[in-house]
């Protein structure tokens, strides 16, 4: 079955960095978009950013635009998320995620079947 398991989350200060990583076994990696989402305690889980299956294109929330970084290694099965200039907003646990289909796109969670664990960031002021 499809298994996807979250790394790197942690506690940091604003203004700092974390790179999370998100192994996948299960599915045909390289056909799959991969996306990121978080939620935050009382609040509904958001997009974060999607990279498509090639890792050609990438999208991303207007509130991490410019500070976080998605990518992807077809090879080893793994999508990454780098986040810089971190701020106390962006505390939430952060899930990867995989649509219901091979080469399907979307940033609505809900569109998503398969979801990792999850991993918590904790930014403080």
């Known amino acids: 079955q499809v298994q996807l398991v979250e790394s790197g989350g942690g506690l940091v200060q604003a203004g700092g960095s974390l790179r999370l990583s998100c192994a996948a076994s299960?599915?045909?990696?390289?056909?799959?978009?991969m996306g990121w989402f978080r939620q935050a305690p009382g609040k509904e889980r958001e997009f974060v950013a999607v990279?498509?299956?090639?890792?050609?294109?990438?999208y991303y929330a207007d509130s991490v635009k410019g500070r976080f970084t998605i990518s992807r290694d077809n090879a080893k099965n793994t999508v990454y998320l780098q986040m810089n200039s971190l701020k106390p907003d962006d505390t939430a646990v952060y899930y990867c995620?995989?649509?219901?289909?091979?080469?399907?796109?979307?940033?609505?969670?809900?569109?998503?079947?398969?979801w990792g664990q999850g991993t918590q960031v904790t930014v403080s002021s």
């Open positions: 299960g599915l045909t990696f390289s056909s799959y978009v």
């Open positions: 995620a995989a649509p219901r289909a091979q080469f399907y796109h979307s940033t609505n969670h809900k569109r998503y079947d398969y």
């Open positions: 990279i498509i299956w090639s890792g050609d294109s990438t």
